[in-house]
C-alpha cells in the first residue's frame, strides 16, 4: 500500500507544480506580466515557433492523432490484458494507470508552463490606451454603420465564386497564411508588445473536422502553433489566422485576441484580409445590436450591400450544416476550459470584443 502511494504521488507531482506556477501567477499579476508574459513566454515560444517553422505541415495534428491512437491501444490492450488474466488489479493494470496518470499530470504541467500564466497577464487594453465603459445603443449603431460601409467597398474589391460568394484570390492557402502573418507583423511595429510571431499559421489537414467541431482553429502551446481550421468559408479565414497569431504572442483571452486580429486585417494590403476583419467584427457587433434595440439593428443593417448579404448568408448556412452532437460536445468541453482560465463568462467572452471595438470607436470619432 505505501509503495501505491508513493507511486500516485510521483505520478501527480508535475501537476502539483503547474497548479503552484498557476497559483502564483494569479496571486501576482505584475509579476506574471513582466517576468513570465515579457520574457519567459517569448523565449518559450520563440524556440518552438523557429523548430516547428521548418516544417510546412502541422506538427499539432500529428501528435495529437498520434495521442488519440495510443489512447485506444492502451485501452484496448488493457481491456485484453484484464480479460485474460480475471483481474482487474493485476500488476500490469495498476502499472498502466500510473502511467497515464503520470503522462496527463505532466501535459498540465507543460501547459502550466507554456502558456497557462497569460490569461493572468495584464489586459491588451493597458498597452492600447482604449477604455472600456457602458456604450450606448446609438453608439453601437454608429460602430455598426461604419463597418457596414467598409465592408460594402471592401466586398467590391474581393474575388467571388460561382455562386456569388466571397473566395479568396491566392491559390494556394499557404500565400493566405504568409499574407496573415505579415499583416500580424506589420501591426507588431506598432504594439511591439505583441512581437511578431516566428511561426506562419497552418492549415489543419483534415479541417472537415474541426467544421464539426465548430472551432475556426486553435493555438497549440505544446508546439507553438497555430491551426487553422480552412473548411469553413474563405471570409473567415484570414480572420482567424491573425486570431491564434495573437494567442502565440502570449494574449489568451479570447475576446482580445479578436479585437488584435481585427486590429492586424486592417494593417495588411490584402483586401481579402482587410474584409475578413471587417465582416467578423460586423457580425460581433450587429448581435450585440440585435440584442440591444431590434428596431435600431433591422434599419442599420439595411445598407448592406447584395454582395455582402451573400456572403453573411452562406456563413450562416455552413456552420448550421455542422451543428449537432459534436459540436455540442465541443462547446462545453471550451467552456469550461475559458472557465477554467478565468474567463468567467466562458463562451459568452468572444461577443465581448464589442466593447473594445467601441473603445476603438470612441476614442477615433473623440467621444467622451
Request: include cysteine.
Amino acid at each position: 500500500m505505501k509503495f501505491i502511494c508513493k507511486k500516485l504521488i510521483f505520478s501527480l507531482l508535475p501537476a502539483f507544480a503547474g497548479f503552484l506556477i498557476v497559483t502564483a501567477s494569479g496571486m501576482n499579476p505584475d509579476l506574471t506580466e513582466n517576468v513570465y508574459s515579457r520574457h519567459i513566454f517569448p523565449l518559450l515560444t520563440g524556440f518552438l515557433g523557429s523548430f516547428t517553422s521548418l516544417f510546412p505541415f502541422s506538427l499539432a495534428e500529428l501528435i495529437q492523432a498520434g495521442m488519440i491512437i495510443s489512447v485506444i491501444l492502451m485501452i484496448l490492450y488493457l481491456f485484453l490484458n484484464i480479460k485474460k488474466r480475471k483481474d482487474i488489479f493485476s500488476g500490469f493494470t495498476k502499472n498502466t494507470v500510473f502511467y497515464c496518470l503520470g503522462a496527463a499530470s505532466s501535459l498540465y504541467f507543460l501547459f502550466c508552463l507554456l502558456c497557462a500564466p497569460n490569461y493572468y497577464r495584464y489586459s491588451f487594453t493597458t498597452y492600447s490606451g482604449l477604455t472600456i465603459k457602458s456604450s450606448s445603443a446609438t453608439e453601437l449603431a454608429g460602430l455598426c454603420s461604419e463597418l457596414i460601409g467598409q465592408a460594402n467597398l471592401l466586398r467590391s474589391q474581393v474575388d467571388t465564386d460561382e455562386n456569388g460568394v466571397m473566395r479568396l484570390s491566392t491559390e494556394k492557402t499557404a500565400d493566405t497564411m504568409q499574407a496573415a502573418r505579415k499583416a500580424y507583423e506589420s501591426l507588431s511595429e506598432r504594439y511591439t508588445i505583441l512581437s511578431a510571431s516566428r511561426s506562419t499559421p497552418k492549415p489543419f489537414a483534415v479541417s472537415q473536422i474541426l467544421s464539426y467541431l465548430n472551432l475556426s482553429g486553435y493555438y497549440f502551446p505544446y508546439t507553438g502553433e497555430a491551426n487553422i481550421n480552412v473548411d469553413m468559408p474563405d471570409q473567415e479565414i484570414p480572420f482567424a489566422a491573425c486570431h491564434e497569431l495573437a494567442h502565440t504572442s502570449g494574449f489568451m483571452r479570447e475576446d482580445e485576441a479578436n479585437f488584435i486580429s481585427y486590429l492586424a486585417c486592417h494593417e495588411s494590403k490584402s483586401a481579402d484580409i482587410r474584409y475578413s476583419g471587417v465582416l467578423l467584427a460586423l457580425i460581433y457587433s450587429t448581435n450585440a445590436l440585435y440584442d440591444t434595440d431590434q428596431e435600431l439593428y433591422f434599419k442599420t443593417v439595411s445598407s448592406y450591400s447584395q454582395g455582402l448579404i451573400t456572403d453573411l448568408r452562406y456563413s450562416s448556412d455552413f456552420w448550421k450544416r455542422h451543428q449537432g452532437k459534436p459540436a455540442e460536445v465541443s462547446n462545453a468541453v471550451n467552456n469550461a476550459y475559458l472557465k477554467m482560465n478565468k474567463q468567467s463568462d466562458g463562451v459568452q467572452s468572444y461577443g465581448r470584443m464589442v466593447d473594445l471595438l467601441l473603445a476603438d470607436y470612441r476614442s477615433r470619432m473623440g467621444i467622451t
